[in-house]
């Protein structure tokens, strides 16, 4: 049995999914800058979940934020591309796929499984979920609870600065006047959700729409994208893995290409050890 | 079996000799007053370059010069300066490193420390021109006269007709031009003024005929371009454009092409190209590049990619293609080459419907150079060439259905725009675009 790994390294959180003929493992750790160099780490318990050793992997791709970070990889692929794959395998109907991550947000549009187009926002946090992580923060809700908190708004208090460090500011002014705090969330949201409709709508959208990332599991958020599009948008099952996933299924694409060549890629000499790039 | 990172293959050597050419005009104007010369802050692509070149006035350029600070990554300084005097950053960063930079030298009455390769001369004047390229060619020099109040400033106004896909512009072409030789009598009389020299008439024509030489000579050197794989690449072309743009109607100018053209022909001749291999070629569709951030060329090409062709500097066009009417007055045949170097794409737009000028130079390029995709720099302070971007790739887009696109962001002069790893990750990202469409191109 052939099995294939995919690590996706993004800002926030690394996520590690291991396949063969289905998803044997799928694990999700924290980035940060000392995690970063322990993506060796994360691909053991991931291995472990899959009762299996490194040496019985195949072939594994790095993707994500950190991809140049995995010494361990057999290729380096954007997550942009591992999104549209990994999307293909869970919603084949879908055409657009909004990425929410921590620290940037996307907008591609896809074909069979291949990306035709994206665009990207990594020039400014707001529009991403550093945003609402720096908003949830400032008004002491915990970031997994702010979706649904938006929901309970009797209106959504429109939030105009387009910065976050202003809109804090400006959440904290109108906490002094007196607005409920699911009002201002559900402002926030709408906001955020503004930012990156006028970014993916560059794309000449089309459905079906999904979200993935971090900021697909705020509910809030999805369904103020949703009402930014006029149409319900499709969320995988678990919407963090998404990358990590495409990342595996490459990983089986260009094994198997290689393999209908005569050319078995081999992985000797590869270790499962730390990225040296800090020492 | 990881992925193998590929270098550079090669750069022209030729190129290699522009810096000289860049230091050697900014060390023209500190020289100046020394062999008795006016010095003049002046602009691209302003139609001015001859009028300076004959009268031995030696031109201070500005966007030069913001360019060299920004490749030397010693721009900041400058910007915080203009800054500290409200300049916001939105504002052109070449105008506004420029004026810091005069802040600082009219406050020490020299040039600061340290700035690139001795800095610029204080001008005893300042050429304008009030076209339509870019906004700052008329404000800038109004700006930076509030420190130097008694250096003359004279802005011209050189327009071409607008785009009008209603309208027949043939039939105002002639108009435009009589306007724009008019201005360009009045820059005489004022350089003439300043230097209290007369114009030597012959001399002009002979710079005015050198110059198109020039134009001709270094279309037909970059059309060697079109050859697979293509022996020199945009990153390259940034460079090799500083004698057209900054040293017109120089014998020098003219000598750089002839040397570049016979390096080009004997790579082709070789078989050596930039990438090897070369994958997916690609033309550099609009926009001033970041300066500080050239070696971002070079990372394509390591990946397979080339640029054969950019619109970004290639401000000329083989004379005979733009059907100049015959003139004895060089001042008429510079405005007449001004003109119809803007115009002479007008007429393949209104074929198109929803089509623009613009866009349709990006086309005929993408079709001579064969390119597989298109990359636009959209950089926030350039704002003349930042607005339509969007329009021009979605039109693109219907032309070319699903050609892969990438606009960067970032800046020409100002680095605070700039992010390295997410550069380089949109660029892979645009890569694995270009190999699906190619992929299904077949």
Sequence with gaps: MDYFAGVDIGSTMTKVVIVSGRIESSLIGPTGPEHRKLANRVMEEALGQARLSFDDLTYIVATGYGRINVPFADRQITEITCH?????????????????????????????????????????????????????????????????????????????????????????????????????????????????????????????????????????????LGSKFGRELLVPPEPLITGALGAALMGKDIYEKYAAEGQKPTRIGKKLEEATFFK | MAEEKKGRAVATSTAASIPKFVRGNLSATLKAKEEGKKVAAAFIADGQDEIMRAMDIVPAWGESFSGVCAAKRDAEKYLQKAESDNFSRSLCTYATCNIGFDMMREELGHAPEGAPWGGMARPDMMLGNGQL????????????????????????????????????????????????????????????????????????????????????????????????????????????????????????????????????????????????????????????????????????????????????????????????????????????????????????????????????????????????????????????????????????????KDIPILIMEGDIVDISSYNEADTHNRIDAFIETLAAYKAKKG
């Design chain 1, 84 to 224: 549209a794959k990994g999307l293909q395998s869970l919603l084949p109907s879908v055409k657009t796929v909004i990425d929410v991550g921590g620290q940037d947000s996307k907008g591609i549009k896809i074909l069979n499984g291949k990306v035709m187009n994206f665009v990207m926002n990594d020039k400014c946090a707001a529009g991403t979920g550093r945003f609402l992580e720096i908003i949830a923060d400032s008004l002491g809700v915990p970031l997994d609870k702010i979706g649904e908190i938006s929901l309970t708004a009797e209106k959504i208090a429109p939030v105009s600065s387009t910065c976050t460090v202003f809109a804090e500011a400006e959440i904290i002014s109108r906490l002094a006047t007196g607005e409920p705090i699911a009002n201002l969330i559900a402002g926030i949201h709408d906001a955020v959700a503004t930012r990156i409709a006028s970014m993916v709508k560059k794309l000449n959208v089309e459905p079906d729409i999904a979200v993935t990332g971090g900021g697909a599991k705020n509910i809030g958020l999805v369904k103020a």
């Design chain 2, 133 to 400: 390229l870019c906004d700052p060619r008329f404000k800038w020099p109004q700006a930076t006269q509030h420190y130097q109040q008694d250096v003359p400033v004279f802005v011209t106004n050189m327009y071409y007709p607008p785009w009008d896909p209603s309208g027949d512009h043939h039939e105002v072409e002639a108009l435009y031009v009589k306007y724009a030789k008019e201005e360009l009598h009045e820059t005489v009389k004022f350089c003439e003024k300043i230097t209290g020299k007369k114009m030597d008439w012959d001399r002009l024509a002979a710079t005015v005929e050198l110059s198109d030489k020039t134009w001709d000579l270094f279309i037909d050197t970059y059309e060697l371009r079109k050859h697979h794989p293509t022996p020199m690449d945009t990153g390259d072309a940034m460079n090799t454009m500083v004698p057209l743009t900054f040293n017109l109607g120089t014998q020098e100018a003219y000598d750089f092409y002839v040397s570049l053209k016979a390096e080009l022909e004997q790579k082709i001749k070789d078989g050596v190209g930039v990438a090897n291999p070369e994958k997916y070629r690609v033309i550099w569709a609009a926009g001033l590049p970041s300066w500080f951030a050239l070696g971002d060329f070079q990372y394509f090409n390591g990946k397979g990619v080339v640029f054969p062709v950019e619109v970004t500097y290639r401000g000329c066009e083989k004379v005979e293609r733009l059907d100049l009417p015959k003139t004895n007055d060089p001042l008429e045949h510079i405005a007449w080459r001004w003109v119809r170097y803007w115009t002479h794409w007008y007429d393949a737009a209104k074929k198109r419907p929803g089509s623009t000028p613009k866009v349709e130079r990006i086309i005929e390029y993408i079709e001579d150079y064969d390119c597989d995709g298109a990359v636009f720099h959209s950089a926030f302070s350039c704002r003349s060439w930042h607005a339509g971007i969007m329009q021009q790739a979605a039109t693109l887009k219907k032309v070319y």
